[in-house]
């Protein structure tokens, strides 16, 4: 992985990123207004599982006003973070951060996904409806599980000091 | 804590996590200022249940803020980043007081009405250029941060300085 990462930093693209200076703060810029945008979509319907906000709505409702946010900024982080590894492999590939990041997102969008199946078929649920202890673990477990994925995104850069002999270098 | 790097790192994620969570919550009010996407919702029950959260958020953000200038103030005080950040975040606050104490006053008249108006739109648009302009020059703060500011002539160095 380290060779492949060391040869992607050579390329012509990887270079044309890091020679453009203004780019890397750009993207990561866009790529913390867009994390935004994902984490409280999914915390306004977390929220709403757990009573706190929208409670006179039905939950499909919820969902699909904040579904297209999510999945927008989540195709435009896929989108800037490509582009953020491809200008630094290495250090992308040898933090523990980095990889731990991804499996959770991995997480993350596929219980999205199944979330989204399982509301449209209940699509029928009264506005006002009151949801289970184990909905309302698995509605605050969604919401540590993308601050997790943030800390990770920002661990990246400190990823020997959070991480030490754990450091994949 | 200067000393403690492991520290340092864990704050500023909090702090990336907090302002995300300001940044967010804000972004859906405004919007709803603006009329847009859906206004089944009233301003007003919108204001009430999400600036709660906006408001912890921003105290999180506050916290962890004034814990990483602590580490770094004189790097930070000489930082051009530093202060168009904190420029910024008091053009919001200014923007949030006109609005709360002025335009909020006749929100019972407007807060069902699909568009608000202009002055409400208005506030609703500075608000979201505003905290993205936040993030944009907290982000450059991390890019510039000990590098734009000339080097104390009395420091020694063991390679040569340009």
């Known amino acids: 992985m380290h060779a492949f990462a060391e040869w992607l930093g050579s390329t012509p693209l990887s270079i044309a990123i890091q020679s453009r200076l203004w780019l890397t703060p750009l993207l990561q810029t ?29 939950l499909a409702d919820v969902w699909h006003r904040f579904a297209p946010w999510f999945w927008t900024a989540l195709g435009v982080m896929l989108g800037t973070g490509v582009i953020l590894t491809i200008g630094e492999p290495v250090r992308e590939v040898s933090a523990l951060s980095f990889w731990l990041k991804m499996s959770l997102i991995v997480i993350g969008v596929i219980s999205a996904l199944y979330f989204g199946r399982t509301v449209a078929a209940a699509a029928g649920a009264a506005a006002g409806s009151v949801y289970s202890s184990r909905a309302r673990v698995v509605a605050v477990a969604t919401i540590v599980l993308w601050l997790v994925i943030i800390f990770l995104g920002r661990s990246i850069a400190y990823d020997v000091e959070i991480w030490e002999s754990w450091h994949l270098a | 804590m200067r000393t403690s790097l492991k520290a340092v790192a864990i704050i500023n994620a909090l702090h990336i996590m907090s302002i995300v969570t300001v940044f967010g919550t804000i972004f859906i009010v405004d919007l709803r200022l ?72 006749s929100a019972p008249s407007w807060d069902k009405n699909a568009i608000p108006p202009s002055s409400a739109r208005l506030a609703g648009a500075l608000s979201i250029v505003l905290w993205v302009a936040v993030i944009v020059f907290g982000r450059w703060i991390g890019f510039t941060k000990g590098y734009d500011f000339t080097i104390p002539e009395d420091v020694q160095f063991d390679f040569p300085v340009q």
């Open chain 1, 30 to 58: 866009i790529h913390i207004t867009m994390i935004g945008i994902v984490f409280v979509s999914m915390l306004m319907v977390a929220l709403r599982v757990l009573g706190q906000v929208r409670a006179d709505e039905p």
């Open chain 2, 34 to 105: 603006l009329g847009f996407p859906n206004v089944k919702r009233s301003f007003m029950q919108m204001h009430h249940e999400l600036l709660r959260w906006t408001w912890g958020a921003f105290g999180i953000a506050a916290v962890t803020g004034v814990l990483m200038f602590m580490v770094n103030a004189v790097t930070y005080h000489r930082n051009t980043a530093f202060w168009l950040k904190m420029g910024a975040m008091v053009l919001a606050g200014l923007n949030m007081v006109v609005f709360e104490l002025g335009t909020m006053k």
